[in-house]
């Protein structure tokens, strides 16, 4: 890989070779993070550039990713998710430029399809058959989806307690499911010792320092969508933390190579009772384990495996933390989806739970232009969408059922019905 | 709109003005459809100024769609879905170039957004505040999604065996829904008794013939990523009959402004215990109504209400009918999944059983281009892909239950797991 110098451990420092096989620093065991010749990027992949290409998916920035350039790219169309601006969302939380990044639209329908495009990427490139993973659902589906198409075996492994709407996906896809009982930390345990012992392809984003450069190009369409301006916050669910110390790596390499003139700052959102990443951030203290106690179970990690990098993340970006309540949670669903169509997961949620308890306190400016990302489909777990619908603060008309009569029809829009608007 | 001639009846021929409110014919009550001026929108609609235009939505094709040039357009990305070669697919069918549209990514998961697209741009347009429709489900969420968006309000009609995932989607976008103790037909009857007294913007596609000029956009596109030429074959499941009538009157338009130099044969799948269409086509004889019984609910339509304008398109075609059992949707599921990582709702994969079908019966050339339009998301209905996975015939690897212990993992592979292989 030409663009690419080397593999740097974020604890000791140390250098790897680009290719290395080892996901973890040799010397210390801390993860490592992929580092390009950005002089060499910079003149190959600029705006003009950009402008002619006709590649909408996360592929548009290949010289900015850790893959061959003979390397068969996966055929599911990945990324360049849409970016809208939430003008009605933004006048209830008194945002004037808000916008919603909705990758609840990738192929298997969360934005763990960009890591997993990586995954297969490199994976077939290395001569690979099987690839695996655990995860709490996400990132094995577009793992099991994106090998699937790729051609690849897939064997995952799920924390028993995975939304069914997850666990079936993996079915479809032809995935070898191993439902694990216990919780995330004895699945990503399992799964470890197996990847070992049958030499599959690790596509632990925890481990895998690739992933998280597939994940960063949400952030290079966030930028390039917003005419190569960096917005000044965006929000991010944080679970594993691999999800955040990606956006922050897109932003950094577009600054790094001229194409946006400043950073963001990142709000780092996370359930109240599963807030490891946040409390070590607001005690300045390390992080330590905590209960994985939320419905919002993309981001239910105790134990953050990209823990560190993730504080990196939000300190370098001079970045906010808000911890949420699932009620505010399944009340940010409602509010998204009445005023802006889009329909997002608990955690997919999260981050816009986080935004609006931050604007009710004070703590953005209204006119700053701040990122939302959606980082999960609402139709993954549709049970808690259920419960959404009927809590108290639900925003919503809700429903009514009657027999096919138009007088019946009459007598509930008469009682109340047709005068609630959203 | 300059672009747009007249509505003419498709039972007597009688013209009407384009932007006429009645949407049925004034003296006969047929369906109208849209005609178009080709000479206008020749000169205007062509390659180059594709090439260069950078609206990678449904919108792209604006000079072929009923609306103002002034319009404000709907805020959802709707359409460009992708298409994606099936080689693994086509090579267990015995087809050398098979294709997936996989129109489930679209911003509700439907191809119903197309034509919802149009109904909120036409209705806001029209200065409306409410639309409304009766629906399976997809339209209806597409509908409530859309109007969410683009800031209106909507009251869905859905018969009460519309699957949870689908009402859950209505309710997050803060529709009213009206959940009728009915079949299909009752439903319909009841939002149109409703629609003409509240003076609501009418989305049901039967009546309104703007919404199948929406869902024709999925065949502009077809054209357009296979390099601007028409497949052999454009295989569609077929319910009310809107969405064939659309494609079909895609592929005409394309063909009169000189975009394409041939037309498909259209492949028109239903199920086998609920197919009045292939029915009539298959025995020459009239529309006569069936039982709605098929687990692929979006198509399970006894009375379709388009379903001379489908049976017109499937006639000038010289289309091919297959119908298929609920067994053979299911499978097609766990096929299409484990081959090409795109999930399918049961309705959006039966286009994909049919030419399964169509193949092993030696119908469709080993050489000719052939899409398969899959036209939901599978996750709009994961009880059935339950189901699927639960078949004999399901393709995949399965999942296995263990406690967090790698010995019972090596056992588990040792007995057989490992060798599932898809």
């Known amino acids: 890989m030409r ?7 974020i604890s000791c420092g140390a250098e790897h070779e680009a290719d290395d096989a080892a996901y973890t620093c040799k010397k210390c065991g801390g993860i490592l993070e992929v580092e390009y010749d950005y002089g060499y990027i910079k003149s190959r992949l600029t705006r003009e550039v950009l402008a002619g290409r006709q590649d909408f998916s996360m592929w548009r920035y290949r010289e900015l990713l850790p893959i061959e350039e003979d390397s068969r790219l996966s055929p599911l169309r990945v990324g360049w998710s849409p970016l809208y601006r939430a003008k009605k969302l933004g006048e209830r939380l008194g945002l004037q430029n808000l916008y919603i990044k909705d990758d609840g639209l990738n192929p298997t329908a969360s934005l763990k399809d960009r890591a997993s495009a990586i995954a297969v990427v490199r994976a077939a490139h290395a001569g690979k058959h099987t690839v695996a993973c655990s995860s709490t659902g996400n990132a094995a589906s577009s793992l099991a989806g994106n090998a699937a198409a790729m051609g690849l075996e897939s ?3 799920v924390p028993e307690r ?3 709407g997850k666990l079936i996906q993996l079915l ?3 995935a070898h499911v191993i439902s694990v009982k216990g919780n995330y930390e004895d699945t990503f345990r399992l799964s470890a010792e197996a990847i070992e012992k049958y030499g599959w392809y690790n596509r632990n984003a925890a481990i895998n320092p690739y992933l998280s450069e597939g994940k960063k190009t949400v952030s290079l369409e966030i930028a390039e969508q917003l005419g190569f301006k960096a917005p000044d916050y965006v929000a991010v669910s944080v679970g594993d933390g691999c999800t955040i110390a990606g956006v922050w790596k897109g932003f950094k390499d577009l600054y790094a190579v001229g194409l946006i003139d400043k950073l963001p700052r990142l709000i780092s959102v ?10 070590a951030i607001e005690t300045k203290g390390p992080l330590e384990p905590m209960e994985e106690n939320t419905l919002a179970d993309s981001i239910a990690v105790g134990v953050p495996r990209n823990g560190e990098k993730a504080l990196r993340a939000i300190r370098e970006s001079g970045g906010l933390t808000v911890n949420v309540s699932d009620e505010e949670i399944l009340a940010a669903m409602g509010l998204l989806g009445v005023t802006t169509g889009v329909f997002g997961e608990p955690a997919g949620v999260t981050g816009t739970a ?3 308890k931050a604007a009710e306190q004070g703590a953005l400016p209204p006119g700053a232009v701040i990122v939302s990302l959606v980082t999960g489909n609402g139709l993954k777990d549709t049970v808690s969408a259920q419960k959404a619908a009927q809590e108290p603060s639900f925003p919503g008309a809700g429903m009514i059922q009657i027999p096919p009569d ?5 007598k509930e829009m008469e009682s109340g019905f047709g005068n609630k608007f959203s």
């Open 3 to 9: 663009n690419v110098i080397s593999a740097v451990c």
């Open 155 to 157: 064997f995952i492994f």
């Open 162 to 164: 995975a939304p069914k």
């Open 172 to 174: 479809v896809f032809g």
């Open 270 to 279: 996370q359930a109240s009772l599963c807030c490891p990443v946040n409390r």
């Open 354 to 356: 986080g935004i609006k």
């Open 406 to 410: 138009l007088d019946v029809l009459i």
